[in-house]
Each structure stands twice: as structure tokens, then as C-alpha cells.
């Protein structure tokens, strides 16, 4: 069974500029996550998608990220105009039905200059 | 609001040695909680589930245990290896409101050959 999919892995911009990370959960599963994890943090939930609807967006910074998740499969997550403050990597994850066990990609590494 | 907390912050022990991480949250209304273990530059992998309804899980040298009425949950590792040096990061499942997972911190752990 493959696993969470996501890219690109590493990415550096300069502040102002925009960047969008890309998602694939695992067959099947109804719920897809977007976590930020700062250096020596643990993760802080962006935004939850069940299926292509929004269940908790209540940390997203929504003047500058926007996420959707078109047919409720990928999923796609942007910053515009990135800050310093948004160096993080953002973890795409998620969970199906039963377990309710949560799977994560390796994360997008970013570097806002 | 849900809080979650760890202690350690970090912890180094010699190879071999009996450990126990510790995890306390604040709202005992919870779905499940869940251990993770993140190596650096890597996303998380799940180690252990544990439902509301449930004390304790085991999967081989681990052992994670449950007391929802005191807000505790506690991860054994027996006879610890090198390659058990990771983060150690606990998550807590709301049991209402679109079942918010949020996470600790984290223990950084260090197994001394």
C-alpha cells in the first residue's frame, strides 16, 4: 500500500514570493490534514478535509494560506506572500475509517529568505 | 482548549535501559490517542493507538498506557537500542468538534551505545 505522497520535499523562496505544496493521501482515505511543525515543535493542525469539505481550518492564517482538496482526493496547499515566520515543514496526512490511525508524509521542507 | 504536554523535553540513556516517556493533556474528553516517533528530517511514523475505551496497547518492545480521568498517558520502552533515538511525540483526538487531533511537543530521546 503506497503512502502519503508529497512535493516538493525541499523548497527556498524569498520572502513576498508565493509556494504551493502538493498532497496524495493514501487510498481511501475520507480525511486529509495539513500540519506546520516549526523546529522543535510539535505539529499544529492548518487545516482538516473531510472528504472535499473543511472540518477545521481554525489555525490557518487565512490571509496568506489557502488549501483546497478538488474531488476529494489530493490536495493542495499555498502561501501568498510567505513570510520569514512560515520556515517550517508542512506535513500532509491522513486517516481512514476503523483504526482512525494517522498516516504522514515526509513532510515539505520550507525556507522563507 | 485542549493542551498537550510532555516531560522530558529530552532524554539521553545509556543502551539497554528501561524508559518511560510521559504525555498529559487537559481535556480527558478524548477519541484516541496516538504515539508517534519522528527521526530527523523525516515525517512521523504511528507507533501505538489507544482508544478511549482502552488502558494500554503493546507492540513489542513498546508498551503505551492510558488514564483518561487523570489526563495521562505514558509510553514504556524496554531494553532500549541506538536505533531508538528519535522524537517521541504524543496526539490527542477531541472527541467532539470534528475530532481536532492536536499534538505534544515531543521528547527527544537518545540511546547511548
Known amino acids: 500500500e503506497a503512502g502519503v505522497a508529497q512535493s516538493p520535499r525541499y523548497k527556498i523562496i524569498e520572502k513576498r514570493q508565493s509556494v504551493a505544496f502538493w498532497c496524495n493521501p493514501i487510498s481511501g482515505h475520507a480525511t486529509l490534514y495539513w500540519y506546520q511543525q516549526i523546529l522543535g515543535q510539535g505539529p499544529k493542525l492548518l487545516i482538516q478535509f473531510q472528504n472535499n469539505g473543511v472540518v477545521d481550518d481554525s489555525q490557518l492564517p487565512k490571509d496568506r494560506f489557502s488549501a483546497e482538496r478538488l474531488k476529494g482526493v489530493d490536495s493542495t496547499l499555498k502561501i501568498q506572500p510567505a513570510k520569514l515566520e512560515d520556515s517550517a515543514v508542512y506535513l500532509c496526512?491522513?486517516?481512514?475509517?476503523?483504526?482512525?490511525?494517522?498516516?504522514f508524509g515526509e513532510g515539505s521542507w520550507l525556507t522563507v529568505v | 482548549k485542549q493542551e498537550v504536554t510532555q516531560i522530558p523535553a529530552a532524554l539521553s540513556v545509556p543502551e539497554g535501559e528501561n524508559l518511560v516517556l510521559n504525555c498529559s493533556f487537559t481535556d480527558s474528553a478524548i477519541y484516541n490517542l496516538q504515539w508517534f516517533r519522528q527521526d530527523p528530517g523525516k515525517g512521523l511514523t504511528s507507533l501505538l493507538l489507544?482508544?478511549?475505551?482502552?488502558r494500554e496497547q503493546t507492540s513489542g518492545r513498546l508498551n503505551a498506557s492510558l488514564d483518561k480521568s487523570s489526563g495521562r498517558s505514558t509510553l514504556y520502552i524496554a531494553a532500549s537500542q541506538p536505533g531508538d533515538s528519535a522524537t517521541y511525540l504524543c496526539a490527542v483526538r477531541r472527541g467532539t468538534g470534528g475530532f481536532k487531533t492536536i499534538f505534544g511537543a515531543g521528547t527527544r530521546l537518545f540511546v547511548k551505545a
Open positions: 496526512a491522513s486517516s481512514g475509517r476503523g483504526t482512525n490511525t494517522i498516516y
Open positions: 489507544i482508544q478511549s475505551s482502552q
